[in-house]
């Protein structure tokens, strides 16, 4: 398909899309003040909502509301992220009314991992309980985003197990969801496809991971199972410690598949941040998205 197909594709049909910023809870005081010039810069691209990362079982949790509520504050709409493995109903409900009371109107839903070295899995085992439980106590104050795995879960039993547990989940009354970080649009579609057969209609919005550095992102996705194809691969590895390369391939990858998913139908796209601008930026203007 030519190029140009892409860019009038993704120009007329812009104004529909839903594109949002993930961060995850800075740890530092340092930490947070990049986290605020970061955000400054990212805010003028006018994403729907900015989401931040919950750590599961402690970490992280108190950073979680703080960075939301500072976010809020700026009057910017923020979506914590609330992972409910390791946790208890009282725990998670006092959260929720936490959120609420400060004008919070939608929450990323998850299970979470369960820290090693944790025994206690909590009250809650998966995350379509979570939702269960969001939609029980609020009604529908929440949009409630979940998560989904175009390459599946990790610990998927089989694929046709984990798209009947993501049917299960969304039907317990998600609004919408979240991809794992993908690069092959064709494993995004597939499972498009094979959950709408299933009946499930809520848009589905892939998750962006931008290519800054190759070692970093052989870690993270060897932990969450997103494949990085061979050829993308050898590649990155090829370009050693040429940071400057590596990035150059990355935003052209990057964006080609961006391109590729908006083309094919994708209703937004929800970028992995890691808490920094200028990848993010540079694909947002070469997707012409503002
Ligand atoms: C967009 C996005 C954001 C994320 N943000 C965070 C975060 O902020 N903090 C964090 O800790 N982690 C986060 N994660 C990671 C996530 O918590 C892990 O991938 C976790 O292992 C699964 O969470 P889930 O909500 O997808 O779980 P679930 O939907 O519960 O699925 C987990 C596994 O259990 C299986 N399963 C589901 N339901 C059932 C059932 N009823 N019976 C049997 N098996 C079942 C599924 O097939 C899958 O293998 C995020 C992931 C994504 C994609």
């Known amino acids: 398909m030519p190029v140009s197909f892409y860019m009038v594709n993704i120009m007329t049909t812009q104004s529909k899309h839903n594109f949002s910023l993930e961060f995850f809870p800075p740890k530092t005081a340092e930490g947070t003040e990049k986290l605020r010039a970061t955000r400054q810069q990212l805010a003028t691209l006018k994403p729907e909502f900015f989401s931040v990362t ?3 079982g402690g970490t992280t949790q108190d950073g979680t509301l703080s960075t939301v509520l500072e976010i809020q504050r700026e009057g910017l709409q923020a979506a914590p992220h609330l992972s409910c493995i390791g946790s208890t109903r009282e725990k ?3 959260l929720l009314q936490t959120y609420r009371d400060n004008g919070i109107k939608r929450i990323v839903a998850l299970r979470g991992d369960i820290p090693s070295g944790m025994v206690e899995v909590g009250e809650f085992r998966y ?3 979570l939702v269960e439980f969001i939609r029980t106590q609020h009604g529908d104050w929440f949009h409630i985003e979940v998560a989904a795995y175009p390459e599946y879960h990790p610990q998927a039993a089989t694929a046709q197990a984990d798209i009947a547990n993501f049917v299960h989940k969304a039907k ?3 609004d919408s969801a979240i991809t794992q970080y993908f690069f092959n649009p064709d494993a995004y579609f597939a499972f498009v496809d094979e959950v709408r057969a299933q009946g499930v209609d809520i848009p589905i ?4 991971m931008p290519i800054n550095n ?3 992102l052989a ?6 199972g997103a494949e990085i194809p061979r050829w993308l691969r050898l590649k990155l590895q090829g370009l050693g410690e040429d940071t400057a390369s590596i990035k150059a391939l990355g935003l052209d990858v990057i964006t080609s598949l961006c391109e590729k998913l908006l083309a094919g139908g994708a209703p937004g796209l929800h970028f992995y941040t890691l808490n920094a601008a200028p990848t993010v930026t540079s694909i947002w203007q070469r997707l012409k998205l503002s």
């Open 205 to 208: 919005v892939p998750g962006i």
């Open 214 to 216: 190759y070692t970093q």
């Open 92 to 94: 998670i409900g006092e």
């Open 219 to 224: 870690r993270f996705s060897d932990a969450c």
């Open 127 to 129: 995350a379509n309980e």
């Open 54 to 56: 919950f750590g599961a």
């Open 172 to 174: 317990a009354g998600a």
